[in-house]
């Protein structure tokens, strides 16, 4: 593997603490961008200046893209238990 591809959950405020360093690092694609308000992941990307494979708006699309290797979980506390554990056993990286 040459590139972790990772999909990013949840495109809030806390996003703009996160991504840089996957957007800086060399051996990480941004390939998904994950939110329930596609807009709000459409202007992330815009804002970040990449273009991710897709966009998705729910996560159970994310858990089922085989080309995703590892999530980044930037949701509300609250979900973050369920996420996690549907995350593993969809065999990704959280």
């Known amino acids: 593997m040459d590139k972790v591809r990772i999909a990013i959950v949840?495109?809030?405020n806390i996003s703009q603490m996160n991504v840089p360093g996957y957007l800086r690092h060399p051996n990480c694609e941004v390939y998904a961008l994950c939110d329930t308000?596609?807009?709000s992941a459409e202007a992330c990307a815009k804002k970040w200046?990449?273009?991710?494979t897709?966009?998705?708006t729910d996560y159970e699309h994310v858990l089922n893209d085989?080309?995703?290797d590892a999530v980044e979980l930037l949701t509300p506390n609250y979900l973050h238990a369920e996420q996690v554990i549907a995350?593993?056993?969809a065999g990704k990286h959280v």
């Not at 200046?49 to 991710?52: D, L």
């Open 10 to 12: 949840g495109c809030g």
């Open 37 to 39: 308000v596609r807009a």
């Open 49 to 52: 200046g990449i273009t991710p």
């Open 54 to 56: 897709k966009i998705y």
């Open 66 to 68: 085989p080309n995703v």
């Open 87 to 89: 995350g593993l056993e």
